[in-house]
């Protein structure tokens, strides 16, 4: 992998490259990959981290949408189905089934309301009763019928839900629940699509805080955000995968489009046991009164729990308000009434912009969450196509990226050598998938590496089969875990920062681990960290020490983090 300053150096000398992405979310990341895989000379550049933006603020789910039926969006199930399975056995380190349970109040609600939603009749949401959500759960499970990895819906009355779960709103009539799928590390499988990447081809680079300028003729100016080095590039293609700032960023390229009309949405992170514990492992996914889907679900020892949906013009504004809050805090008092959840249990929030078609749909929930590609073609301003990722979905970020692939490599005059279908991502290499199969793989990086069996689990846990290679760079220097953290050690951060592109010290809190996510950051491990990562970094005292205050003022004021 080439260093930071290798990559610029490059691009000064030789600033021709086949392919400009702009924008490292999922979609641009997915992209890039598909690029690196057939042999494309290949840039992504982000003005922030890879899955900063849109990307990071997700639910964590990897699902078919079943709600989606309601808006006859077929295609979009069938393809999203199709690709939470493929994640399922690419990335089973990062990607784990999820049963889901829904609370029913009612039986007949929504009878006539969604079928006129269905045929575009009716566009204000409406609460959807038992026998509406039966029928689409026998759809669901008829579109995946042909490649079934999960069970099939089940359905309980009042007594038996109850009786499992106690807690419940005795006002319940019913219950049901499937199964979808969920992902702990978002930002990380990120991160592991980049580092495959760069793996698989030499022309294929990465850099995150470096920003879009503008664009004149056929050159596109690029800024450094470290430093304010402006760099120029002439590709013959620039992909848009800047999510909700793909208006701005063609903006910045001369090109005025109306392409985007996100919505944002929060979500908590709350640190309740009675709360985890009555989850019992499930996903909790209903309607709220005002028609808005909820969900929250365990995320490893905390309760994730969101989200919203409401419009927004400019996603640097975006910002989780009390209002949210307290909408997110009600809704999971709808479900477990008897239990206790207030403000003083969450320990983090984060909100994301959906980069969601513009639209003139009364409500948000009517927007597409399908994917498309609009073209604007070369003009007066630029001299190359620009390709801008409209929409889409985490699940579906792998067809996405192979359907604007087979675009670009059509327009470049080149044929697909590989696909992605199978292709697994980072630790999901080679993965262990039976008890035995752990069992030896766990036993044998033991042996390779002479560290305890206790921290090769724990790194196999976070990492997947690249456990190995961290184990190994752990192994290779004196190391001891944290003093505020012990769950992780100095070179394993070390490993994070030198080997995984971090650059600030809110990287690796926020993006790397889940450090921050799941409120672990103190002013004690962040005093301990920040030495760490500059010591990689080559940061000064004072540079250390203005990291420390950053990191610190963007938990407290981002992710209402206690400091």
Same mark, same amino acid.
């Given at each position: 992998?080439?260093?930071?300053?290798?990559?610029?150096?490059?691009?000064?000398?030789?600033?021709?490259?086949?392919?400009?992405?702009?924008?490292?979310?999922?979609?641009?990341?997915? !992209?890039?990959?598909?690029? #690196?895989?057939?042999?494309?000379? !290949?840039?992504?550049?982000?003005?922030?981290?890879?899955?900063?933006?849109?990307?990071?603020?997700?639910?964590?789910?990897?699902?078919?949408?079943?709600?989606?039926?309601?808006?006859?969006?077929?295609?979009?199930?069938?393809?999203?189905? &199709?690709?939470?399975?493929?994640?399922?056995?690419?990335?089973?380190?990062?990607?784990?089934?999820?049963?889901?349970?829904?609370?029913?109040?009612?039986?007949?609600?929504?009878?006539?309301?969604?079928?006129?939603?269905?045929?575009?009749?009716?566009?204000? /949401?409406?609460?959807?009763?038992?026998?509406?959500?039966?029928?689409?759960?026998?759809?669901?499970?008829?579109?995946?019928?042909?490649?079934?990895?999960?069970?099939?819906? %089940?359905?309980? $009355?009042?007594?038996?839900?109850?009786?499992?779960?106690?807690?419940?709103?005795?006002?319940?009539?019913?219950?049901?629940?499937?199964?979808?799928?969920?992902?702990?590390?978002?930002?990380?499988?990120?991160?592991?699509?980049?580092?495959?990447?760069?793996?698989?081809?030499?022309?294929?680079?990465?850099?995150?805080? !470096?920003?879009?300028?503008?664009?004149?003729?056929?050159?596109?100016?690029?800024?450094?955000?470290? &430093?304010?080095? %402006?760099?120029?590039?002439? /590709?013959?293609?620039?992909?848009?995968?800047?999510?909700?700032?793909?208006?701005? #960023?063609?903006?910045?390229?001369?090109?005025?489009?109306?392409?985007?009309?996100?919505?944002?949405?929060?979500?908590?992170?709350?640190?309740?046991?009675? $709360?985890?514990?009555?989850?019992?492992? =499930?996903?909790?996914?209903?309607?709220?009164?005002?028609?808005?889907?909820?969900? *929250?679900?365990?995320?490893?020892?905390?309760?994730?729990?969101? &989200?919203?949906?409401? =419009?927004?013009?400019?996603?640097?504004?975006?910002?989780?308000?009390?209002?949210?809050?307290?909408?997110?805090?009600?809704?999971?008092?709808?479900?477990?009434?008897?239990?206790?959840?207030?403000?003083?249990?969450?320990? *983090?929030?984060? %909100?994301? !912009?959906? /980069?969601?078609?513009?639209?003139?749909?009364?409500?948000?929930?009517?927007?597409?969450?399908?994917?498309?590609?609009?073209?604007?073609?070369?003009?007066?301003?630029?001299?190359?196509?620009?390709?801008?990722?409209?929409?889409?979905?985490?699940?579906?970020?792998?067809?996405?990226?192979?359907?604007?692939?087979?675009?670009?490599?059509? $327009?470049?005059?080149?044929?697909?050598?590989?696909?992605?279908?199978?292709?697994p991502i980072g630790g999901g290499k080679e993965y262990p998938h039976s008890d035995a199969g752990k069992k030896q793989w766990l036993a044998v990086t033991q042996q390779q590496t002479n560290i305890s069996d206790e921290r090769i689990a724990v790194l196999f846990a976070r990492y997947g089969t690249r456990a190995a290679e961290i184990a190994a760079f752990c192994a290779a220097g004196e190391d001891e875990p944290l003093h505020h953290q012990p769950d992780y050690t100095r070179r394993e951060i070390r490993f994070l920062v030198e080997c995984e592109k971090v650059v600030h010290l809110d990287d690796l809190l926020l993006r790397r681990s889940l450090l921050a996510m799941l409120g672990q950051v103190t002013s004690d491990l962040l005093a301990e960290l920040a030495p760490i990562v500059g010591e990689s970094l080559g940061w000064s005292e004072a540079d250390t020490r203005e990291e420390a205050k950053r990191a610190a003022e963007m938990l407290r004021t981002r992710h209402g983090a206690s400091l």
């Open positions: 992998m080439s260093t930071r300053q290798e990559v610029l150096a490059k691009l000064r000398s030789n600033p021709n490259i086949s392919v400009l992405i702009v924008g490292a979310g999922i979609n641009g990341i997915g !992209v890039f990959r598909e690029m #690196a895989l057939n042999g494309v000379d !290949v840039l992504l550049v982000d003005r922030g981290d890879f899955c900063g933006g849109a990307s990071a603020g997700s639910s964590h789910m990897v699902h078919g949408g079943l709600r989606y039926l309601e808006n006859a969006e077929f295609r979009l199930v069938r393809e999203a189905l &199709t690709e939470r399975n493929r994640l399922l056995i690419n990335a089973p380190h990062y990607v784990k089934p999820l049963p889901t349970t829904i609370p029913i109040f009612k039986w007949f609600s929504g009878i006539f309301n969604a079928p006129l939603k269905f045929f575009g009749l009716r566009d204000k /949401p409406g609460e959807r009763g038992a026998i509406i959500i039966k029928l689409g759960l026998m759809m669901y499970d008829f579109f995946a019928r042909s490649y079934r990895t999960m069970p099939t819906h %089940t359905f309980r $009355l009042s007594a038996p839900s109850l009786l499992q779960r106690p807690q419940l709103n005795r006002d319940v009539i019913a219950t049901a629940t499937y199964y979808d799928a969920w992902m702990p590390y978002p930002e990380r499988i990120c991160m592991e699509l980049v580092t495959d990447a760069e793996a698989l081809s030499p022309e294929a680079r990465a850099l995150n805080y !470096v920003s879009l300028q503008g664009g004149e003729g056929d050159t596109v100016t690029l800024r450094d955000e470290l &430093t304010g080095d %402006t760099y120029q590039v002439k /590709p013959k293609i620039v992909v848009n995968a800047a999510g909700p700032w793909i208006d701005f #960023a063609n903006h910045s390229l001369g090109k005025q489009t109306h392409f985007i009309g996100g919505t944002k949405g929060a979500h908590l992170v709350i640190d309740h046991p009675e $709360l985890h514990a009555a989850t019992q492992g =499930h996903e909790l996914f209903f309607e709220n009164k005002d028609g808005r889907i909820c969900l *929250f679900f365990p995320l490893m020892d905390k309760v994730l729990a969101g &989200t919203t949906d409401i =419009h927004i013009d400019d996603p640097d504004a975006a910002a989780v308000t009390d209002e949210e809050v307290d909408y997110i805090l009600g809704m999971i008092n709808l479900v477990f009434p008897t239990i206790k959840v207030d403000r003083s249990h969450v320990v *983090f929030w984060f %909100t994301g !912009v959906r /980069p969601l078609p513009a639209s003139d749909a009364a409500t948000a929930g009517q927007i597409s969450r399908d994917h498309t590609i609009r073209i604007t073609e070369p003009d007066d301003s630029v001299a190359f196509p620009v390709y801008s990722l409209v929409g889409g979905k985490w699940t579906s970020f792998r067809a996405f990226g192979e359907q604007t692939a087979d675009k670009l490599l059509a $327009l470049l005059g080149k044929s697909r050598r590989a696909g992605t279908e199978t292709m």
